[in-house]
């Protein structure tokens, strides 16, 4: 089964640091760009950020609200990725899923597949 | 910075049709993609490239897109169709992604 699992929310006063882990399973997680979504309480979907695959250095992007206190990584053998959240502030409360971004062919690089998200809350 | 345009909300009665409206610069250079959200649940992507849908997703679901909109057809809707429907599209660098706030649909 294809699968995305995240880990790592929790309870976290402003100014931490939290890193996100999303594990993947039953499909070839080092082919694929994944991505970070996130969802504050009530509101809509906002894209985080992206990794590309090996093929693209690895590269990432990250949205102009998040940039220079998110990092993305991926460990391709560990088929995980992982999101570091440093700074926190009171307004990055949400739940983070991350994001299979597909093939040209199967969606037109669609985000496909998600995890369940897992649970940021900041407060002191 | 780049925005996509939703309606909050749409209501329609059961058996009837619903559309769902997403304008953004970027289009038509862009494809459109469509994202189901029910309460407590992850997203479920139904339209991808403007107006293909995936495996699994019914065929009342389908896209179509029109200069700067794209446009998501819930045709004959059911009760189960209710839910948040968020548009997405890359800006035009291709250099990130962008979500519409998103339109919560009501089944009357």
């Known amino acids: 089964e294809v699968q995305l699992v995240e880990s790592g929310g929790g309870l976290v006063q402003p100014g931490g640091s939290l890193t996100l882990s999303c594990k993947a399973s039953?499909?070839?997680?080092?082919?694929?760009?994944m991505n970070w979504v996130r969802q504050a309480p009530g509101k809509g979907l906002e894209w985080v950020g992206r990794?590309?695959?090996?093929?693209?250095?690895?590269?990432?992007t990250y949205a102009a609200s998040v940039k220079g206190r998110f990092i993305i990584s991926r460990d391709d053998s560990k088929k995980s990725l992982f999101l570091q959240i440093n700074s926190l502030k009171t307004e990055d409360t949400a739940v983070y899923y991350c994001?299979?971004?597909?093939?040209?062919?199967?969606?037109?690089?669609?985000?496909?597949?998600w995890g369940q998200g897992t649970v940021v809350t900041v407060s002191s | 910075s780049y925005e996509l345009k939703q309606p909050p909300s749409v209501s329609v009665s059961p058996g009837q049709t619903a559309r769902i409206t997403c304008s953004g610069d970027?289009?038509?250079?862009?494809?459109g993609y469509w994202y189901q959200q029910k309460s407590g649940q992850a997203p479920v992507l139904v339209i991808y490239?403007?107006?293909e849908r995936p495996s699994g997703i019914p065929e009342r679901f389908s896209g179509s897109s029109s200069g700067t909109t794209v446009t998501l057809t819930i045709s004959g809707v059911q009760a189960e169709d209710e839910a948040d429907y968020y548009c997405?599209?890359?800006?035009?660098?291709?250099?990130?992604?962008?979500f519409g706030g998103g339109t919560k649909l009501t089944v009357l």
């Open positions: 994001a299979r971004e597909g093939s040209h062919d199967t969606s037109g690089y669609a985000f496909d597949v």
């Open positions: 039953g499909f070839s997680f080092s082919d694929h760009y």
């Open positions: 990794t590309r695959n090996k093929a693209y250095g690895y590269t990432t």
């Open positions: 970027a289009f038509p250079d862009q494809f």
């Open positions: 490239k403007d107006t």
């Open positions: 997405q599209s890359p800006d035009s660098n291709d250099s990130s992604w962008v």
